[in-house]
């Protein structure tokens, strides 16, 4: 089970913090993953990281802007989100899979586990 949290409506330029918190213990082997649907778009990858924390990867879309972590204590991952844009406005989504090395988990269809989304909204 995975909770998202920390939405809100923002201005260009603000911050904001999202948490997703999992309800089941997670293993270096999962990889953790943000998601996000603007209306009328498909849904788009964001950001990952490994449980273990070795590796992240982020759509180039925020790159610089937005950081993904994880708190292993608190079996949470977060997504720092930077310089907001009014494109970045979407629900956003936690989701985790299995991390198989030297693969690049982008698509949506590739991941069984989801959150609810937590609504991000930025206007200018």
């Known amino acids: 089970q995975l909770q998202a949290s920390g939405g809100g409506s923002v201005r260009t330029g603000d911050s904001l913090r999202l948490s997703c918190a999992a309800s089941?213990?997670?293993?270096?082997?999962?990889?953790m993953s943000w998601f996000r649907q603007a209306p009328g778009k498909e849904r788009e990858f964001v950001a990952a990281?490994?449980?273990?924390?070795?590796?992240?990867y982020y759509a180039d879309s925020v790159k610089g802007r937005f950081t993904i972590s994880r708190d292993k204590a608190k079996n949470t991952v977060y997504l720092q989100m930077n310089s907001l844009k009014p494109e970045d406005t979407a629900v956003y989504y936690c989701?985790?899979?299995?991390?198989?090395?030297?693969?690049?988990?982008?698509?949506?269809?590739?991941?069984?586990?989801w959150g609810q989304g937590t609504q991000v909204t930025v206007s200018s």
């Open positions: 989701a985790t899979r299995t991390y198989y090395s030297g693969q690049y988990y982008t698509e949506g269809n590739e991941y069984p586990y």
């Open positions: 089941v213990q997670l293993f270096n082997s999962y990889l």
């Open positions: 990281i490994r449980w273990s924390g070795v590796t992240t």
